[in-house]
């Protein structure tokens, strides 16, 4: 298994809501700070947004809101719920450390939005 193992993806209606999930092996995650980010087609990876253990949340400009990040210390995950999503929220979703480092980008989890 890798550092980092994203799912709960899929085909979602413009305006409707994903819950991702991120399993982060237990050693990064009890000493680094873990973001999500994103890559669109032909678009370099995006910050998405990351949440530290007292829960302090930082996110991407785009995020507007509709996004929010949460964690399970206990499980190692990190979970980001999308609401109010945009076609322009299409793109696999990923985590990765801060600032991501290019050996860890895992498989992702396709987002589409899309009628």
């Known amino acids: 298994q890798g550092e980092f193992v994203e799912f709960g993806g899929g085909l979602v209606p413009p305006g409707g809501s994903l819950r991702l999930s991120c399993t982060v092996s237990?050693?990064?995650?009890?000493?680094?700070?873990v973001a999500w980010y994103r890559q669109a087609p032909g678009k370099q990876h995006e910050f998405v947004g990351t949440?530290?253990?007292?829960?302090?949340?930082v996110v991407g400009n785009f995020v507007k809101g509709r996004f929010t990040l949460s964690r399970d210390t206990a499980k190692n995950t990190l979970f980001l719920q999308m609401d109010s999503l945009k076609p322009e929220d299409t793109a696999v979703y990923y985590c990765?450390?801060?600032?991501?480092?290019?050996?860890?980008w895992g498989q992702g989890t396709q987002v589409t939005v899309s009628s």
């Open positions: 990765n450390v801060v600032p991501p480092r290019d050996t860890s």
């Open positions: 237990a050693s990064i995650f009890s000493s680094m700070a």
């Open positions: 949440i530290d253990s007292d829960g302090f949340t």
